[in-house]
Nanobody, 119 residues
Framework: QVNLIESGGGSVQAGGSLRLSCAAS????????MGWFRQDPGKERRIVAT????????YYADSVKGRFTISKDNARNTVHLRMNSLKPEDTAVYYC????????????WGQGTQVTVSS
């Protein structure tokens, strides 16, 4: 079992910055990819950014390319998401997820953290 604890988030004006952090515990050796997802009311959860823990290879949704940066700290089993140039449309609940080796989908999730960007 992998446990994920998120921190960061909050409220900021458009153009501002926030940093989200996600600390993993438990069966961390089985994690292949960690990522951040967002969920808007009434909509499905969708990818924001992911990072492969062994290679550091990132993936970004088109909407955040050039503004968000995902990074990892393997020693602390932590992944960060630096969010710059925030826009009101970035407002959502953000979830950290972990994809374990050999698993077909993300099974482990954090509790979610609210990000609110005002215009």
């Amino acid at each position: 079992q992998v446990n994920l604890i998120e921190s960061g988030g909050g409220s900021v004006q458009a153009g501002g910055s926030l940093r989200l952090s996600c600390a993993a515990s438990g069966r961390t050796g089985s994690i292949h990819i960690m990522g951040w997802f967002r969920q808007d009311p009434g909509k499905e959860r969708r990818i924001v950014a992911t990072i492969a823990l062994n290679t550091g290879s990132p993936y970004y949704a088109d909407s955040v390319k050039g503004r968000f940066t995902i990074s990892k700290d393997n020693a602390r089993n932590t992944v960060h998401l630096r969010m710059n140039s925030l826009k009101p449309e970035d407002t959502a609940v953000y979830y950290c997820g972990a994809l374990e080796i050999g698993r077909p989908q993300y099974d482990s999730w954090g509790q979610g953290t609210q990000v609110t960007v005002s215009s």
